[in-house]
């Protein structure tokens, strides 16, 4: 089945493949268990949750619970408190980091702690953001909100991604869906290739410093300053 042909039945069958594509990730994310029928929407499993946060509103990172853990519900784009019994290792959170006494974006871990504090440029996978809604849900606000994400989904099978700003909000990411880590923490950038994170080095090492909308070396390796040797000509 070939999928974005510019046609009536193409377009049809685009919208078959965006739809199952979608159920791919969803699967990926749950371990591949809950029909569609079963699993609980966006709206009616938060709709009674205190403390959800509207993220698309200014300033919105001074209204947190210092002591809360949010996940990030992008369709409904608000925060939503999650207790640690709900919280899932691998998954990105919103937590208080003790060290930048602010809240940051962090990776789960098995034991209950978080490793990393995301900062600008670092990319994640839409499925890592503990999604709670259906099918429909996503297919519906992946094609409202992202609709480059949304082709490049339904035609090369793409994971979509999402890329972190530094007002602490995350945008539509076009482009690879490898997930990387600038950490706040280490100064040092991470990518995942595969189940274990690579760290990105350069010349001098493995720090980096942001610059502009990429990324630039600190302490970089510089070429050796050579002495100067004087040079006497002989006098007459």
């Known amino acids: 089945m070939r999928c974005g042909t510019d046609s009536p039945l193409g377009r049809i069958v685009s919208a078959v493949c965006l739809a199952m594509a979608v159920d791919v990730v969803w699967a990926q994310a749950t371990g591949g268990t ?11 499993t938060d709709a009674n949750d205190a403390g959800t946060i509207d993220i698309t509103k200014d ?16 369709i409904a784009q608000r925060l939503v408190p999650v207790p640690r019994s709900e919280r899932k290792a691998g998954h990105v959170y919103f937590r208080f980091h003790s060290g930048l006494a602010r809240h940051v974006w962090s990776i789960a871990t098995a034991d209950g702690g978080f490793r990393y504090a995301l900062g600008p440029g670092s990319v994640q996978q839409t499925r890592q953001f503990d999604p709670r809604a259906s099918t429909e849900e996503r297919q519906r606000a992946l094609q409202a909100r992202a609709p480059e994400m949304a082709r490049l989904l339904e035609i090369q099978g793409t994971l979509p991604t999402v890329i972190l700003g530094a ?3 995350w945008d539509a990411h076009v482009g690879s869906s490898v997930a990387s880590v600038f950490d706040l923490d280490t100064g040092r ?3 995942w290739h595969g189940i274990d994170p690579v760290g990105v080095i350069h010349s001098g ?3 980096w410093a942001r610059q502009g909308s990429g990324y630039g070396p600190v302490d970089p390796v510089r070429p050796p300053v050579l002495p100067v040797t004087a040079a006497f000509c002989p006098c007459p």
Not at 34 to 43: L, N
Not at 59 to 74: C, E, I, K, M, P
């Open 34 to 44: 809950g029909a569609a029928a079963d699993r609980p929407s966006s709206a009616a």
């Open 59 to 74: 300033g919105f990172a001074s209204r947190v619970n210092r002591d809360t853990v949010y996940r990030n519900d992008l």
């Open 167 to 169: 007002d602490e909000r």
């Open 189 to 191: 950038r991470w990518e």
């Open 205 to 207: 090492g493995p720090r």
